[in-house]
């Protein structure tokens, strides 16, 4: 029987963010969830274990802080990158004006999956350039994504998908606003955002950017 007009409907899916709150009101993690339990943008504080069981299975992304309230891992859940290999990222801000900041995803080499890994304790890896797998950079102030980028043989593995994910979530817990983008993009950043949940942090296509590397758009 379909349902009468006058009763309520499911809120639709969208993005809302829970922090579990530890005994001494200190942030223990924050998640990005999914779900229609709480308005789109919307913050919500909770003790544990009653956060963990608001979110459920429907959680996108998730930072856990340390004790001084500083993001030290983030993760983009299956839910959000199920193809992904388990990631690490180099956080690296760059204070040049306008400041900017770069996620760098890597995964091995001896780090944790989801270990969010500084500028000083990078250079303690053993990694180069040749070994990132993609990468993000946006504006922290104004929230703008500027790039992002996936080396070729990583493709298809919802590796893009976990660094906006990631980038996203970390500028909100750092007290930026929402990440978002112009219409300018590559023919394949338009096909992704066209499929994913995030498409409404980028502007309908208004300009065909060409591929990052030759040959990779046919």
Not at 5 to 10: K, L, T, V
Not at 79 to 84: C, I, N, R, S, W
Not at 126 to 133: C, E, F, L, M, Y
């Amino acid at each position: 029987m379909a349902p009468s007009s006058d009763q309520e409907q499911p809120r639709p899916a969208e993005f809302w963010r829970c922090r579990a709150i530890r005994p001494d009101g200190q942030p223990l993690w924050v998640a990005a969830v999914w779900s229609g339990e709480h308005p789109d943008g919307e913050l919500v504080d909770l003790p544990e274990p009653e956060a963990t069981q608001a979110v459920g299975d429907d959680v996108y992304c998730l930072a856990g802080f340390d004790a001084e309230g500083e993001v030290t891992s983030i993760t983009a859940t299956a839910l959000a990158a199920p193809k992904a290999p388990p990631l690490w990222f180099a956080d690296l801000p760059e204070p040049k004006a306008p400041p900017s900041h770069s996620l760098v995803a890597f995964s091995g080499h001896g780090v944790e999956p989801g270990s969010l890994v500084g500028r000083a304790a990078l250079s303690d890896v053993p990694v180069t350039s040749a070994d990132q797998i993609g990468a993000a950079r946006w504006y922290p102030a104004t929230g703008e994504l500027d790039q992002v980028y996936v080396q070729p043989e990583w493709r298809r593995r919802s590796v893009a998908t976990a660094l906006m994910t990631v980038a996203g979530l970390l500028n909100v817990t750092r007290g930026g606003p929402r990440l978002w983008t112009d219409g300018q993009r590559t023919a394949m950043g338009d096909r992704l955002r066209n499929a994913s949940p995030l498409a409404d942090w980028a502007s309908d296509l208004t300009h065909l950017a060409p591929p990052m590397t030759p040959f990779d758009e046919g």
